[in-house]
């Protein structure tokens, strides 16, 4: 893959994004009409693509406009700056950009990014943990409890660097030795809040910054609830520790929702000002969250369901059952759960009837049923397995 | 018949108390005076019985009964002693005090009950009196010749004698030792039961090889007719037979009750004791006016099957907790306190409520849940906490039915059995190697589980996690270490893995609902 074009044509959309002269959605939509399926295929055709007929009179002329400017005509300088502050692109067509993400309506078309990218990898969890900028001392301490806790259990901690609980959550982490995603509300080459320059410089080591601002954006207040939708969206749930009543976390709260991503909520005093949010959350249904393990145990599941997606009607299944009958005692134990999974997605079972439904030994049934059951994956009621979490 | 002096005999013997045998003398003296026989030393009416015994035999055999007064004294006389054993010795110091036969021998030990017609009867207790036997003093010891095979079995020199003339005989001649040589222990017969038939079932059959693998105590769930009872049985085909010692022990105990055979004697087969719910208690754990061992003892290195557990009395139930625990029970009679063996293995059988019905056919049950709640209560939380595994069977489904219909002959069990035996002698040698007693896995009653079970930091770690989620007592964790234990034996593996300890879980005891029902 040539970087260099790719941070070119990406930077390039994101000039027409950010100086309004397209939205996201056109461009796409505009490739999708001409059939177009990379952004340095848009690039290099830029001037059949961006054409008086493929376009509104007003925005060809803001592109023609465009195109003669300095910001266009000295792009290659552009990228060169770009590419020595050790930032790279990745856009919508890349078969690198998460899947979950592209689900979503209204994800950014580029995202730009510095750091370890292999931290928005589908297998790992990721939580997105947002709050105050003004926490109590009750919210730093959730807050640095949570962080710490689950990093201990791998998981990825998402958030948008801001002061307060932002801050804490990233600083947490990484003293915690794991590893840390911030999403910026401005171009990666700033540096916003200015007090937390050490830890964008150490995220930028040891985790990943994200935007889809290109780079010298300068913060815009009305753009950090734009910002919150990329942080829910990265996310397999939300925790908010502290909130107060009239607060941007709500805002990523909101996008969780509509995203589909659970957003989990420390309960707070119902006499504490800074809290007032996290109680206005638990009243509108979010989900209670009083120790780590609540947050653990649903990302165990989340994981789980998001393997099964990737598997579930493909002809992996049909590879499976061809191996039970071959050489069962080959059978990888996330395969074993996998078929497991499979039988209780319709019914409830008893340990000796998802044996004979696998048709696995019952051995290897029981010695995975008995880690699901801990993970909380299946319960057993009345002697019959459940799965707690149904699609 | 000049002199005044009386005239003096003693004779050594054996008797059963409880289970131990106790050394006793018998002191014969016979002084002028009016014909009178008088037995004193504390003995209960069979020992007063036996001086009609004692006379008609004598007289049987041809001798005299001395028309003198007669006094015999049973020491120590401040104990209470029961039982026709003293027949024998009191027969030899009334002749031999008498004058009418003398002895080569000056320390003689004899037990035995005496006929009308000279013959000797053996008595019970004969292995306890062959242990006791090795540890006092004597030149001769004779004994029923029924007798002589547990004497050769323990190897007791002992003179087997069926007649008293023949006991008179041994006693003025030295005649060869002719004692019954026992073929010790026959091989295992074939189980009874199969453990291949039981089809679609494969979580009960795993359940009771892990049981018998490790000697956990194993508690069976379901409706009527899933086949619990037959379960119980197919266990006892996978176990392993009797060590030596372990048969001398369990015949311990069978001896006292009745008079061995032959086939008790040699079969090495491992017992298998089924308990009905209106058993009282001193039958359970041994009691009854003499002190004589309950079913508990009589399971010793078996099976103690208790069908129908919630219709056992709870008083009864409750009576089982400190010898599943400590392997030993204690019966008090008579000021005299006997302590029995109990080193069993456990397996009880219930249903989830009295019709059986309310897990797999909810609708048609008719009990109600405070009927279920009671129901199950009748089983204490202290006596499940000693049931390493649970097991629930439900109904088989219809092609499994149809397998079991047709079934064919199968012999899994004895390959199971023979991997079992492996799997105990890795668990002895495991012991062995701690330099503690060897027991099995099920039996174990150490604090420190790590070391011995090989348990390393990051799997006790996860136990203690699962512990903790799950919601286990403390006596719950180590359950489920044991079983893991066991788990990882069969898998022939030298550490516990995370793996074993998931697979044990799964064996847990259910966790109380909300409504007071474990389902």
């Known amino acids: 893959m040539n970087q260099e074009s790719d941070l070119k044509a990406d930077l390039f959309c994101s000039l027409l994004i950010s100086k309004k002269i397209l939205s996201s959605m056109q461009i796409r939509r505009l490739m999708e009409s001409l059939k177009i399926d990379s952004a340095s295929d848009l690039y290099l055709n830029r001037s059949e693509v961006l054409t008086k007929q493929n376009l509104t009179t007003d925005q060809w002329e803001a592109c023609s406009k465009f195109i003669e400017s300095p910001a266009n005509v000295r792009i290659d300088e552009y990228v060169e700056y770009v590419d020595k ?70 998981v990825v901690v998402v958030s948008g660097l801001a002061r307060g609980i932002d801050g804490i959550a990233h600083m947490t982490c990484l003293e915690t030795g794991g590893k840390t995603i911030a999403v910026l509300p401005c171009g990666l080459d700033m540096i916003y809040p200015p007090d937390h320059t050490d830890l964008f410089h150490e995220i930028a080591s040891k985790g990943l910054l994200l935007s889809e601002l290109p780079p010298s954006t300068k913060v815009i207040r009305q753009y950090f609830p734009a910002r919150n939708r990329i942080l829910s969206a990265l996310s397999d749930c939300v925790l908010i520790t502290e909130a107060g009543e009239k607060s941007g976390t709500l805002h990523t709260a909101a996008f969780a929702a509509t995203q589909g991503r659970e957003v989990f909520v420390v309960p707070t005093s119902v006499y504490s000002d800074t809290g007032k949010g996290n109680l206005e959350l638990m009243k509108d249904g979010a989900q209670v969250a009083t120790e780590p393990e609540d947050i653990l145990a649903f990302l165990a599941g989340a994981i789980f369901f998001r393997e099964i997606d990737e598997i579930k009607d493909e002809w992996k299944m049909k590879k499976l059952k061809e191996k039970i009958k071959k050489m069962p005692q080959k059978l990888e134990q996330d395969e074993v759960r996998l078929l497991i999974s499979e039988v209780l997605m319709s019914q409830e079972l008893s340990a000796d009837e998802i044996s004979m439904e696998t048709e696995l030994p019952y051995v290897m049934v029981v010695k995975e049923l008995g880690k699901m059951e801990i993970e909380g994956i299946v319960v057993q009621e009345k002697q019959k397995y459940i799965l707690t979490i149904r699609l | 018949m000049g002199s005044v002096l009386p005239k003096n005999a003693k004779v050594k013997t054996v008797y059963l108390q409880g289970l131990e045998g106790c050394e006793a003398e018998v002191e014969v003296s016979i002084f002028q005076g009016l014909p009178s026989f008088e037995v004193v030393g504390l003995g209960d009416s069979s020992i007063k019985e036996a001086k009609e015994r004692v006379r008609a ?71 306890s009196r062959m242990l006791a036997l090795e540890h006092i003093k004597s030149d001769i010891v004779i004994i029923p010749s029924k007798d002589s095979e547990e004497a050769s079995l323990l190897s007791v020199e002992a003179e087997g004698v069926s007649f008293l003339s023949d006991a008179i005989a041994h006693l003025e001649v030295v005649t060869p030792h002719n004692n019954r040589p026992v073929s010790v222990i026959s091989e295992l017969p074939d189980p009874a039961v199969d453990i291949s038939c039981l089809r679609g079932q494969p979580s009960a059959g ?232 060897k027991v099995r896995n099920g039996e174990c009653r150490e604090q420190n589980l790590t070391e011995l079970f090989r348990l390393g930091k990051k799997e006790s770690e996860y136990a203690a996690m699962v512990a903790n989620k799950m919601k286990l007592s403390v006596r719950g964790l180590r359950r489920l270490v044991r079983l893991s234990r066991t788990i990882a034996d069969l898998d022939l593996s030298l550490d516990v893995k995370c793996e074993h300890i998931m697979e044990a879980l799964t064996y847990r005891i259910p966790m109380r609902s909300e409504s007071g029902v474990r389902v």
């Open chain 1, 85 to 154: 502050k050790g930032i790279y692109s990745m856009d919508f067509f890349d078969s690198l950009y998460p899947s979950y993400l592209r689900n979503l309506p209204n994800m950014p078309l580029v995202l730009y990014m510095k750091g370890d990218r292999r931290l928005l990898s589908e297998q790992s969890a990721r939580v997105s943990i947002v709050g105050t900028r003004r926490p109590s001392s009750y919210g730093r301490r959730v807050t640095r409890d949570f962080s710490h806790e689950l990093t201990l259990h791998d």
């Open chain 2, 57 to 127: 035999c004598i007289r049987a055999c041809g001798y005299t009964f001395p028309k003198q007064r007669i006094l015999v004294n049973i020491s120590p006389a401040y104990l209470h002693k029961s039982g026709s054993s003293f027949d024998l010795p009191i027969a030899l110091g009334i002749l031999l005090a008498s004058g009418q036969i003398y002895s080569i021998f000056s320390d003689i030990v004899a037990y035995g009950e005496l006929s009308l017609t000279g013959e000797i009867k053996p008595v019970p207790g004969s292995i």
């Open chain 2, 206 to 437: 795993r359940a009771m090889i892990l049981a018998a693998a490790g000697f956990h105590n194993l508690l069976f769930s379901g409706s009527p007719g899933t086949g619990k009872s037959l379960s119980a049985q197919i266990i006892q085909g996978l176990l392993p037979p009797l060590s030596l010692k372990e048969k001398i022990e369990l015949l311990r105990v069978e001896s006292s009750l009745s008079v061995l055979d032959t086939h008790d004697i040699s079969s090495c087969e491992r017992p298998f004791r089924y308990v009905n719910p209106n058993c009282t208690p001193s039958a359970l754990v041994g009691g009854g006016r003499n002190a004589i061992p309950g079913e508990i003892s009589r399971a010793l290195h078996g099976v103690l099957f208790l069908d129908e557990l919630p219709e056992f009395s709870p008083k009864v139930l409750d009576l089982l907790r400190v010898p599943l625990e400590s392997g030993e029970v204690e019966v008090s009679r008579n000021s005299v306190s006997n302590t029995f063996p109990a080193k069993c293995m456990l397996v009880a059988a219930m249903n989830p409520c009295r019709c059986g019905k309310c897990i797999e056919s909810p609708s048609e049950c008719t009990c109600t849940p405070s009927m279920i709640r009671n129901y199950q209560g009748r089983i204490s939380g202290a006596l499940l906490d000693r049931m390493d595994i649970y097991c629930y069977m439900s109904r088989i489904s219809e092609s499994a039915m149809m397998e079991a219909i047709s079934s064919d002959d199968k012999k899994e069990s004895k390959e199971w059995r023979k991997k079992i035996n492996d799997v105990w002698q890795r668990q002895y040698r495991r012991c062995e190697d701690m330099g503690i007693e």
